[in-house]
Nanobody
Framework: QVQLVESGGGLVQAGGSLRLSCAAS????????MGWYRQVPGLQREWVAG???????NYADSVKGRFSISRDNAKNTVYLQMNSLKREDTAVYYC?????????WGQGTQVTVSS
């Protein structure tokens, strides 16, 4: 069973930065696609950024130029560096691992951006 554990969320002022981490307990991490999603209560979960096992990262238009996703296969960890945070970035952030057509989710970490 794949387990994903996010960390790094918290309260930050608008314009500030946070770095989220997601550690995965699987031997197939290096061949898995990783992604970050976020969800505001009452709304659908939205995709934020993704990084495949091979190739470049992709971003939602709303975060392009401000967020950066990266991975460290030696540590089975994916990161989301969030800069120039805005109030509308407030959400619970989830990481997701996709392998063999299955997607696994972490428990989420709260990010709150204050004005």
């Amino acid at each position: 069973q794949v387990q994903l554990v996010e960390s790094g969320g918290g309260l930050v002022q608008a314009g500030g930065s946070l770095r989220l981490s997601c550690a995965a307990s699987t031997s197939s991490f290096s061949i898995s696609s990783m992604g970050w999603y976020r969800q505001v209560p009452g709304l659908q979960r939205e995709w934020v950024a993704g990084i495949p096992s091979v190739g470049g990262a992709n971003y939602a238009d709303s975060v392009k130029g401000r967020f950066s996703i990266s991975r460290d296969n030696a540590k089975n960890t994916v990161y989301l560096q969030m800069n120039s945070l805005k109030r509308e970035d407030t959400a619970v952030y989830y990481c997701a691992l996709t392998s063999a057509s299955r997607t696994y989710w972490g428990q989420g970490t709260q990010v709150t951006v204050s004005s």
